[in-house]
């Protein structure tokens, strides 16, 4: 069964088992993961659902769409490298865990 860990901005890790096919916004919201606003419901328009995906878990991920790439430029806090919208990412069998840090701020 797959694991998504949250790391909220203090480094506190949330780990919650899941189904394969869970989505790791929808996750966070349905179980209380403060940090994920995702004001849109899941839309793919408002960035505030923003995420890290660590190194080890990126590798796993399907590639980015474009209007994933470009809600992430009006994203509230930085944009780094592992930046996803967390929204974009279902959970597979094959993902096993997949880690995400939550920023300070979404909006």
Not at 1 to 20: A, H, L, N, S
Not at 63 to 78: H, N, V
């Amino acid at each position: 069964m797959p694991t998504i860990v949250y790391v909220e901005p203090d480094g506190q890790r949330k780990t919650i088992r899941v189904d394969p096919g869970a989505n790791v916004m929808r996750t966070a919201v349905s179980q209380g993961i403060s940090g994920i606003v995702a004001e849109c419901g899941g839309a793919a328009m408002c960035a505030t659902c923003h995420v890290y995906v660590e190194s080890e878990s990126a590798d796993h991920l399907p590639p980015m769409g474009d209007i994933e790439d470009e809600m992430l430029e009006s994203a509230t806090a930085e944009r780094l490298e592992n930046s996803r919208l967390s929204c974009q990412i279902n959970v597979t069998e094959e993902m096993g865990t997949v880690v995400v840090r939550i920023p300070e701020r979404q909006s």
